[in-house]
């Protein structure tokens, strides 16, 4: 059965940083285009940062220079590294690997941005 486990939320003060992890379990990680998305309260679901098979990253224009994705197909894990943070990043953050129309999820992590 894959699995996705996520790691490395918390509480965190704004204009602090935080790193997310996801590892994931029986897949073949190297092939899968992997993503973080976050749900606020209230809110729908939304992409947040994505990064392809062959390194290419993109990102929602909210977190546009603050975030960082990244991944290392050795350990099988997808980062994602917030800088900057503001109370509007309070969220669940969750991972999803993509192949074709295949589709997996973490079940998330909570960030709080707050002082």
């Known amino acids: 059965q894959v699995q996705l486990v996520e790691s490395g939320g918390g509480l965190v003060q704004p204009g602090g940083s935080l790193r997310l992890s996801c590892a994931a379990s029986?897949?073949?990680?190297?092939?899968?285009?992997m993503a973080w998305y976050r749900q606020a309260p209230s809110k729908q679901r939304e992409l947040v940062a994505v990064?392809?098979?062959?390194?290419?990253?993109n990102y929602a224009d909210s977190v546009q220079g603050r975030f960082t994705i990244s991944r290392d197909n050795a350990k099988n894990t997808v980062y994602l590294q917030m800088n900057s943070l503001k109370p509007e990043d309070t969220a669940v953050y969750y991972c999803?690997?993509?192949?074709?129309?295949?589709?997996?999820w973490g079940q998330g992590t909570q960030v709080t941005v707050s002082s």
């Open positions: 999803k690997a993509n192949f074709a129309s295949v589709g997996y």
């Open positions: 990064i392809t098979s062959l390194g290419t990253t």
């Open positions: 029986r897949i073949n990680f190297n092939i899968y285009t």
